[in-house]
């Protein structure tokens, strides 16, 4: 039984080591078809991103906008399918898209050559700029050269991370000024607001977005940098391609696009050059004229989305404690049906460990120091693109359950070792006088002592492990932290939202110590002193 | 029934037993006895295999431990054994989250498959039989040492084993205490029990065996029947271990025998 349980523990172990001798499989073109015979097309964006891309929606936190929300429904119609938004890590969205986890990424993805190596690109849908923005009382900035005006210290500019902005910038600043890079769009302007950062670089329509939202900030200077946002689709899948470039320039001839800018307020005079590319047919590697029926205004008209003035105190209690509530449901949940599993798997590495056969030790101790010793998110990550690889599709919920359950079993094994240590071998020694074999003197004799002497690590594990149910938005699952990010990002309410959260946080956790407390007294009561 | 022949068993370098020989019929009550360290424990710990040896074998009945008996590959071996022979240790090891009725059951239950009912009616009977009838459902920490033994001893029992090993059961008791087990296993004696007890209760000896063995140094260095050996020891180490426990062990039951003559 043991050994049987002991091979288990091994197969897993398999399962990480030799990832990276693993080829992926060779790209084929099938994306359009899997679409169209699945009615759906997934497209992937971080709604961490916030304004005016994808983000929660002012009105109902629940329901996702934002123009290419708009861009993907539209997308959705021409091609007869429903489009699926699916959540994750905006700067790894090449990995989804090349392990299959979706079709195409829409969310404010610049035109690089870069990108371009590993991955198709459509006709641009957005021309972007970099606009320079900064307080409209500091009187120090005025144009790009103050950045670089010799200062102590140097002027500070914040920008997203891995953006154009922060390539641009960066090479701009050179040793003059610091660039200091963020993960959110709009933490920039916040911090710039708050006088953190002297500027910020920003693609126009978050600028042009956010101005209500940050009003004590001023655009310096004309953009930029001219720039283009476009879809990508994995590398070879030219039939969905040029689906898509068909669905672009039948949206930029019919005035679609033009709509749907203007509901965000982010239609300006750069846009003309989406009309010229399309009537030309022509841009970079695309050439193919299209010659889809033009249909005037196929949009209806559509109330104006503006980021409103910032809510504050109990209006956002008010709004988001709902939505909270129910990605709190997701912590509970992914909690629950990892950590169970996690014992029981603990429970067999530690027996393994201590009663299995010797040749079942130093792959179960390897097992158990790699587990621990690499950060948790890693091993999410890299099941979450592994698998694919490998011909295994599970839903990211499932490898997020996988994920937890396999990184904590290591550390429920060395709790149990210690536990079942503990437990005097004359009791081992006595179950076995009575003619029990090991096996069932472990699960009868021994096991059940141990547990009861490992109740309070355990509980200080689960509760640890709720907690780290966060590191499950790298593999796009949107827990409790992520759902405050995203909301934090799109709202810059992030004082109440983060009070709300601890607050979630701390009702789920408190009444599990306290359960955990009873069930020790309880069972304490028949443990020898 | 039991058949122990030149049995050895050695710790690295250390020698613990050199050559014991030991044979044991039914309802025969044998008594080991003999200065610490010289491999009583041991000894007892070989013949239900919870210690492997060098050299040598123990049959049990039809069961035969031999150096080559691997505690994994022939576990169905040592199983059948231990169901045959059961033991009693010097510090209970009574399963401390279960009661005492519970302890008692459990092996009946699991090991020999009986239904609960059945293994309830057998346990209820020795418990009475033990003396502790009321303490069904006391857990073993609400007990004193020697209600703990004697709940180790029906636990034992209750598996109706050929013979029970006992492994020094009153050491860890205080004299009163120690009083209420030996008796229970006179008692059980007296009712045709075969056992094997390591102990260092001369009266047990004197008193209840038919066979007294003196351990030493890894030998059975002298047996017999309790009034030759205790009558008129051979061994020199007899002698002195006899002399130095009467010393320690109040009123001795014989005058000090007086040095045999040398041979």
Partial sequence: MISAKGRLAVWLLALFLPGVLVSPFPARAEALAEIRTGGRILWGGDQEGGGPYVFPSDKNPALLTGFEVDLAKRIGTYLTVRPEFTQGPWEKMPDMLRTGKIHMILNGYELTPERAEVMNATIPYYVYALQLMARKDDARVHSWADLRAARTPKAKVGVLTGSAAETYTRKFCGDLCDVVAYDGNTDTMREVETGKLDATVEDTPIASFYATRFPSLRPIEEPVQRGYYVIYVKKGETALLEALNEAIVLMVRNGDLEAIYRKYGIWDAQQAELADIAARGRFYGYSKAVTAKIEKNQMPIEEAVKADTRKRGWQVVKEYSGILLESAGMTVVLSFLSFPLAIALGLLIAIGRLYGRPWLKLPLSVYVEFLRGTPLMLQLYFTFSFLPEVGVRIPAFWTAILGLAINYSAYESEIYRAGLQAIPKGQMEAALSLGMSRALALRRIVVPQAMRIVIPPVVNDFIALFKDTSVCSVVTIVELTKRFSVLSMSTQATVELMGMTAILYLMMSYPMSLIAQRVETRLGLQQQV | ?263
């Fill in chain 2, 1 to 263: 029934m039991i058949a122990i022949t030149g049995l050895v068993k050695r710790y690295g370098q250390s020698e613990i037993l050199k050559g014991i020989s030991f044979e044991v019929q039914k309802g025969e009550v044998h008594a080991v006895i003999g200065p610490s360290g010289g491999g009583k424990s041991t000894f007892l710990r070989c013949v239900n295999g919870l210690e492997p040896f060098q050299s040598g074998e123990v049959r049990i009945g039809s069961n035969v431990l031999t150096p080559s008996t691997n505690g994994r590959s022939d576990a169905r071996l040592l199983e059948a054994v231990r169901r045959q022979v059961g033991f009693v240790f010097q510090q209970f090891n009574l399963f401390p989250h279960l009661t005492v009725l519970e302890n008692l059951i459990e092996a009946p239950v699991q090991v020999l498959k009986l239904k609960r009912s059945e293994a309830v009616e057998r346990a209820t009977t020795l418990l009475a039989r033990v003396g502790l009838a009321q303490k069904h459902d006391a857990y073993p920490r609400d007990l004193s040492g020697g209600q703990q033994q004697r709940v180790a001893i029906a636990r034992a029992l209750v598996m109706e084993p050929a013979a029970i090993l006992f492994d020094e059961p009153t050491s860890a008791l205080d004299p009163v205490m120690a009083g209420e087990v030996l008796s229970l296993m006179e008692d059980l004696a007296r009712d045709g029990q075969t056992m094997i007890v390591v102990t260092h209760s001369m009266s047990f000896a004197r008193n209840v065996a038919g066979q007294v063995h003196v351990f030493a140094d890894g030998h059975d260095v002298e047996n017999g029947p309790p009034s030759k050996l205790f009558e008129d020891p051979q061994h020199p180490t007899t002698r002195s271990f006899l002399s130095q426990s009467a010393k320690e062990g109040g009123p001795p039951p014989v005058p000090a025998p007086a040095p045999a003559p040398a041979k």
